[in-house]
């Protein structure tokens, strides 16, 4: 492997704002800790807070600690993280670019890590088959069912059927509620969502948007696709 093959691999951890961002080769580990009352990482073994290593296009993080638990978010998701509890070894990060959180509250108690950016399947049938159709109606309802939650992923609320309706009809292409409630039952079959006895509709709604969201089927760059204002 090329030297330029070898830095597309490596991991780099910046101390925000502090320091250069520290380079981790593909195999390599570094420790990381508090010194002065600020987070360091490097090699010195007086560093125990915890561990990263870098593992091919995604890293692991270790928790050395005895009690709390640390905290990974993907800065570039709709919300998701990973907790890494007391004691846990080796727990693999599939984040890009994520924020690791140490301590609530604390000043200087996070960092940030860049990992590689990942490989595509290519090759004969590497490309696979577009699960969903972006062009349709219910990708639409979809991206619209996910919208405030693309927009502020604080926000637990899924937009009712009505909600739906007002936001994607047009005057040359109405779009009622029973319409939109068919849209909703056509992709939660075409993704394999089946409501247990007694749930509501409104439950197939957020799993709809848990699953598009846990999955990429719906990203930001496609609220594009909506027309009209933003809701206030």
Request: with cysteine; proline share 7%.
């Amino acid at each position: 492997m090329s030297r330029a093959d070898l830095a597309a691999r490596s991991v780099l951890i910046c101390l925000d704002g502090r320091s250069p961002a520290m380079e981790l080769p593909d195999g390599d580990s570094v420790l990381f800790g508090w010194r002065g009352g600020e987070i360091t990482v490097g090699t010195d073994q007086a560093l125990t807070a915890g561990r990263i290593h870098a593992f091919g296009d995604y890293w692991l993080m270790s928790n050395h600690g005895t009690a709390g638990t640390y905290c990974v978010e993907n800065l570039e998701g709709a919300g998701e993280y990973v907790k890494v509890q007391a004691g846990r070894v080796g727990v693999p990060i599939p984040f890009e670019l994520s924020r690791v959180t140490l301590t609530v509250g604390a000043g200087g108690n996070s960092f940030t890590v860049h990992a590689p950016e990942r490989r595509s399947a290519t090759g004969p049938g590497g490309a696979g088959i577009p699960l969903l159709d972006e062009q349709s109606r219910y990708f639409q309802v979809l991206v619209c069912l996910c919208e405030p939650r693309l927009r502020d992923c604080g926000v637990a609320a899924v937009p009712t059927p009505a909600q739906v309706s007002a936001r994607l009809s047009a005057a040359d292409r109405p779009l009622g509620r029973s319409a939109v409630n068919y849209h909703i039952d056509y992709l939660a079959t075409k993704l394999g969502i089946a409501a247990p006895r007694g749930m509501t509709r409104a439950w197939k709604r957020v799993t709809l948007v848990t699953l598009a969201l846990k999955f990429d089927l719906v990203c930001p760059e496609h609220l594009g696709l909506i027309p009209g204002p933003v809701p206030g």
